[in-house]
């Protein structure tokens, strides 16, 4: 799936002069936690999001900031107007992130997905030649799972071809051992005997399992940990 396939297209936007207030305002009435900032050519130059209006003067959450005789140098003295900016500023432009993380209409998810975890932000522009045709927000990501899992046939394959990909695809792996596993196939149905070594390795054994194309059911009949000797 692309970004474009999941993308909401309808973005709240505000300009660069839209008041603190106004910000806040729209947030709340939309329940969005965070807008892009466009100029009137439609340009992105920022994004204003909860964490820009967390530290204000007007609630008294505002950073105190202290120069230090230690700070010398240009890096440190932004960093501190840069926080008096998000506390005081009266506009979008003053308080909003500049630094814009964005993705193409064509980008895979994995590689959207990468990027809100990677950079831990909660949403993302998505930019058609340059220009803002989309937002992908964490819950989109969620919201495209349910669709996928909702909608996913499955389908009749032979046990004998489901029993052979099963263990072909538990060998490819390298945090299994498949001499410790057991598994059979009737109807689809799998059962799962042996044993693995982590909670993690049962689970991730499970997945596998489940995920795999034919698989109705699963009988979880795995142990964790090593077996006792007689």
């Excluded at 305002?25 to 329940?31: G, H, P, S, W």
Aim: hydrophobic share 40%; charged share 30%.
């Amino acid at each position: 799936m692309k970004a474009q396939d999941i993308m909401t297209r309808e973005v709240v936007t505000v300009g660069p002069y839209t008041s603190v207030p106004d910000i806040a305002a729209t947030m709340m009435e939309k329940r969005i936690s965070g807008v892009p900032v466009l100029t009137d050519s439609g340009e992105i130059i920022g994004l204003v999001s909860q964490t820009d209006l967390l530290h204000r003067v007007e609630i008294g959450t505002e950073r105190q900031i202290r120069r230090k005789w230690w700070l010398s140098n240009l890096a440190d003295v932004n960093a501190l107007a840069r926080d008096y900016a998000k506390a005081h500023g009266l506009k979008a432009q003053d308080v909003m992130s500049r630094y814009v993380i964005s993705v193409r209409d064509d980008a895979e998810l994995r590689d959207v997905a990468d990027i809100l975890d990677s950079h831990r932000i909660k949403r993302v522009p998505v930019l058609q030649a340059g220009r803002l045709v989309g937002i992908i927000t964490r819950s989109d990501l969620v919201r495209a799972l349910r669709r996928v899992q909702s909608s996913k046939p499955v389908k009749n394959i032979d046990d004998a071809i489901l029993h052979k990909t099963l263990h072909e695809r538990i060998r490819a792996q390298p945090w299994t051992n498949e001499s410790c596993l057991s598994i059979t196939v009737h109807d689809g149905v799998v059962e799962l005997w042996g044993f693995v070594d982590t909670v993690d390795q049962h689970s991730a054994l499970r997945a596998l399992v489940e995920e795999t194309e034919g698989v109705r059911r699963v009988e979880d009949k795995i142990s964790v940990g090593v077996p006792l000797k007689a």
